[in-house]
């Protein structure tokens, strides 16, 4: 009898060891949310702090563009309570899996008041989160999703959501502050990312290649581009941590100018993950890197 009794308990303990690991459904009692890529996971982890598990469906280290799922990814976008992501095609398998589900499921690029790309083929400039004023709406946004999603901790995502916007609002203020006297206002980056930060700062974004990072730049956009490095005395050529630099050392070597990053931050990496970098330190050193470019007071 005792030996049967053992039996049952190892057997029942392996059942719920077996429950436990299945995806999604509350494990914990945590709310299971699924975010698309670094800066929504960042925002929604800030909101919702331990009250959730936020999975960021872009590893450390890739670049979130046309990201590819794995079938347990597509599980965990199926089971989520809710998930988080960027539609208007910056991450197509994301959005094909999230326009199937019940449950509750916000497009931030629905959400916000974004424009429409330069390059006449594109749609809407999914870039948002690189003007520190959008990326507050967005927080503003998921603070609203997580309240409906765990009505009971509405006061706790209300609270660390007006922490993490008053630092971006603190961001904004710097941004606009150190650029406001600059001897220069051409941008040239690697791909066309920068729009929203631009245009919030009087600036003038030049990509090499477009609103995607994979897009070819065009040897004819090269040569305009080497022409206004030159005409506008544009010290620096930006590229990405996330992508080959190659073609921005070419047109820096083509035009005496050096190369700088600016980070588009549409991913951490592992290190800079484990030296507890953030979006607001990472902006902070895209700021200091405008500001040696662009020639700013
Ligand atoms: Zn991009």
């Given at each position: 009898?005792?030996?049967?009794?053992?039996?049952?308990?190892?057997?029942?303990?392996?059942?719920?060891?077996?429950?436990?690991?299945?995806?999604?459904?509350?494990?914990?009692?945590?709310?299971?949310?699924?975010?698309?890529?670094?800066?929504?996971?960042?925002?929604?982890?800030?909101?919702?702090?331990?009250?959730?598990?936020?999975?960021?469906?872009?590893?450390?280290?890739?670049?979130?563009?046309?990201?590819?799922?794995?079938?347990?990814?597509?599980?965990?976008?199926?089971?989520?309570?809710?998930?988080?992501?960027?539609?208007?095609?910056?991450?197509?398998?994301?959005?094909?899996?999230?326009?199937?589900?019940?449950?509750?499921?916000?497009?931030?690029?629905?959400?916000?008041?974004?424009?429409?790309?330069?390059?006449?083929?594109?749609?809407?400039?999914?870039?948002?989160?690189?003007?520190?004023?959008?990326?507050?709406?967005?927080?503003?946004?998921?603070?609203?999703?997580?309240?409906?999603?765990?009505?009971?901790?509405?006061?706790?995502?209300?609270?660390?959501?007006?922490?993490?916007?008053?630092?971006?609002?603190?961001?904004?203020?710097?941004?606009?502050?150190?650029?406001?006297?600059?001897?220069?206002?051409?941008l040239?980056?690697?791909?066309?990312?920068f729009h929203?930060?631009a245009?919030?700062?009087?600036?003038?974004q030049q990509?090499?290649?477009?609103?995607?990072?994979?897009?070819?730049?065009?040897?004819?956009?090269?040569?305009?581009?080497?022409?206004?490095?030159?005409?506008?005395?544009?010290?620096?050529?930006?590229?990405?941590?996330?992508?080959?630099?190659?073609?921005?050392?070419?047109?820096?070597?083509?035009?005496?100018?050096?190369?700088?990053?600016?980070?588009?931050?549409?991913?951490?990496?592992?290190?800079?993950?484990?030296?507890?970098?953030?979006?607001?330190?990472?902006?902070?050193?895209?700021?200091?890197?405008?500001?040696?470019?662009?020639?700013?007071?």
């Open positions: 009898m005792r030996r049967l009794a053992l039996v049952l308990a190892s057997a029942l303990s392996l059942m719920a060891g077996a429950c436990g690991g299945a995806a999604g459904g509350g494990r914990d009692g945590k709310l299971q949310v699924v975010a698309s890529f670094y800066p929504v996971a960042e925002a929604a982890g800030r909101v919702a702090e331990e009250r959730a598990e936020i999975i960021n469906l872009t590893p450390a280290g890739t670049e979130p563009h046309d990201l590819e799922l794995t079938p347990r990814q597509v599980d965990q976008l199926e089971d989520a309570d809710l998930v988080l992501y960027l539609g208007g095609g910056f991450q197509p398998a994301i959005e094909k899996v999230a326009s199937r589900r019940d449950g509750a499921t916000i497009d931030l690029v629905e959400a916000l008041p974004l424009e429409k790309g330069a390059e006449e083929e594109a749609g809407l400039d999914p870039h948002f989160w690189l003007d520190p004023i959008l990326m507050e709406k967005a927080v503003e946004r998921i603070q609203k999703a997580l309240g409906e999603a765990r009505p009971e901790d509405l006061a706790e995502f209300e609270r660390n959501a007006a922490t993490f916007r008053a630092e971006l609002r603190e961001l904004d203020a710097r941004f606009e502050k150190s650029l406001s006297s600059c001897r220069r206002k051409e040239v980056t690697s791909h066309a990312a929203y930060l245009g919030r700062y009087g600036l003038s990509p090499i290649a477009g609103l995607s990072p994979e897009s070819e730049p065009d040897p004819r956009r090269l040569a305009d581009l080497t022409n206004l490095v030159r005409q506008r005395n544009a010290t620096t050529i930006f590229y990405e941590t996330l992508v080959s630099p190659e073609v921005a050392e070419t047109l820096a070597r083509q035009t005496g100018a050096k190369t700088a990053v600016l980070n588009p931050i549409e991913g951490l990496t592992r290190e800079q993950l484990d030296k507890g970098a953030s979006y607001v330190s990472v902006m902070g050193e895209n700021l200091a890197a405008l500001k040696d470019a662009l020639g700013c007071d």
